[in-house]
């Protein structure tokens, strides 16, 4: 199996969650909300599972704003990537499995300004060999093909195998599979392992399992390490 490791970009080599707190702190203190305020959207948010679209709208009539829609999303992609970090655990283990020989690729859903500037912002972009992006590409996880396009960007063919890292079971770990990588489930403990839906023509496996799970991303690249 050729030296391939395909990782998703929020909550697996960013902290999303973290960078969503920070904005909802922001936008919550310059319009003069509350704590509780504060609570509401990011329980709303629900660990990033809610469409924007619903969110920004859910917000929009909760507070009675006088930008559109559309604007406060603009304004929340403009800033996100100025908010997330990549934990400099995280960098200094993928500068080490490159180091040993390995190919290193993102593999992200979402829009591509909004994603791009995480992986330039976050300094991933000195670290991995290449990425695919739902957003630039008009393919986007779990389907097969945003993995294989990722994996062309780090000179390499999902045909000869791999391996895919994230913590989302269904986006990451059964479109991993689908596309034929070897699996590692970051298991964060908010997103439980559960009874998975197929994908279009493509039935799941009974019993469909990650072959690794861990707490963090240290912890799935010291799985690969250990190779």
Known sequence: ?????????????????????????????????????????????ADGTLSTEEFFAAVHERFGLVE????????YRARMPELVVCPRPVLRGLRRLRKAGWRVGIVANGTAAHQR?????????DVVDGWAISGEERREKPGPQL???AARRC???????????????FEDIVGGFFAGL?????????????????LPGLPA????????VVTDTVGAIKVLLDQ
């Open 68 to 75: 559109p829609v559309d604007m406060l999303w603009d304004a």
């Open 205 to 212: 496996p009974p019993g469909l399992r990650p072959d690794h």
């Open 117 to 125: 500037g995480k992986i330039y912002r976050s300094g991933l972009v």
């Open 1 to 45: 199996m050729q030296k391939l490791a395909l990782f998703d970009l929020d909550d697996t080599l960013v902290d999303r969650l973290d960078g969503f707190r920070r904005w909802v702190a922001e936008f919550t203190g310059r319009r003069g909300l509350s704590k509780e305020d504060a609570a509401w959207m990011i329980e709303l948010d």
């Open 182 to 198: 070897r699996t590692i489930w970051i298991d964060r403990g908010v997103r439980p392992w559960r009874g998975l839906p197929d």
């Open 147 to 149: 993995f294989q396009i």
């Open 155 to 169: 000179e390499a063919n999902v045909r000869d195998g791999g391996w895919m890292i994230g913590d989302d079971p």
